[in-house]
């Protein structure tokens, strides 16, 4: 795979329907945006998920953002890449994370080991795979937010998937990994000028993600302070978190991040009434041209 065009969708699909999911991937390719992104948590399986929406679409290209590495051998990683890739036309990209201590420990009932080194020896071990199935490329990314898990996505892999950064992020993040490899950063926004109604909107879907250390540690070495996302988020957090305002608004955070370095930024766009779909105003507004 060459490397994938600017824009992107990033969807949370944990409770989408099959009806849901098909109409989702049909209608993000009619928009002309070049990559779906979607999640793994407990929900879908990653690479199944990737199956139907690649069955689904005829040009569109499908990212794991992220899949999770305690939910499956290297070996297992390696032949559901190429899979993928061999009965799609090469349009499957394998964003992988080790994810955090509560998905890993909490539930899956595994050690969270060290992150770096875990994911080297995951990488390694899927390199090595001898399988009968072999593709050409290796469309792979890591979900890298700190120093040495963006060097190791420049050394092992095509690239890096930051998520809940900021265009100060970006700017590290490709001054770490250089001009050849892709930075495909996700970007959370709500297409609305109610200020009350974006502050809300934001932090309930930040919620979550306020919880999780990887994010925390990250956030702290952007300059935040812990009380900025604890309790209720500060504005100046949701601010940097969630672009919000007019189309034009939005797409001056989008630029900001290609400025920086972003080769792709995929767009999740929260709906302003606080409903679980995401905003597809939003989506059209900011389409491609």
Not at 104 to 122: C, F, I, L, N
Request: proline content about 5%; glycine content about 8%.
């Amino acid at each position: 795979m060459q490397q994938p065009g600017k824009t992107g969708v990033w969807v949370s699909t944990n409770t989408l329907s099959q009806k849901a999911l098909a109409k989702l991937a049909q209608s993000v390719e009619r928009l002309g945006y070049d990559v779906l992104w979607y999640p793994e948590s407990l929900a879908y399986e990653s690479l199944a998920l990737g199956g139907f929406l690649l069955g689904e679409t005829s040009k569109l290209c499908v990212a794991s953002g992220i899949a999770n590495i305690y939910a499956r051998d290297p070996i297992t990683a390696r032949a559901g890449h190429d899979t993928l890739n061999q009965l799609y036309d090469d349009r499957f990209i394998f964003g992988l994370g080790v994810s955090h201590v509560p998905l890993v420990e909490g539930q899956r009932g595994h050690e969270y080991s060290k992150p770096v080194a875990t994911m080297r020896k995951y990488l390694e071990g899927m390199a090595a795979a001898n399988i009968d199935l072999q593709v050409p490329s290796q469309n792979v990314v890591l979900a890298a937010l700190g120093p040495n898990m963006l060097a190791l996505s420049r050394d092992m892999t095509q690239g890096a998937h930051p998520y809940c950064v900021t265009p100060e992020h970006t700017k590290i993040a490709a001054d770490i990994l250089g001009p050849e490899k892709w930075l495909c950063v996700e970007q959370k926004v709500c297409m609305t000028t109610d200020e009350d109604t974006w502050r809300a909107v934001a932090a309930k879907q930040l919620a979550r993600y306020m919880r999780l250390d990887n994010y925390r540690n990250n956030w702290l070495r952007l300059g935040f302070s812990e009380d900025e996302f604890t309790g209720e988020a500060s504005d100046r957090f949701l601010d940097a978190m969630c672009a919000w305002g007019t189309a034009d608004d939005i797409r001056a955070r989008i630029k900001a991040h290609e400025d920086a370095g972003a080769t792709h930024v995929c767009l999740q766009a929260f709906d302003p009434e606080g409903g679980p779909d995401p905003d597809w105003k939003a989506l059209e507004a900011l389409a491609p041209a």
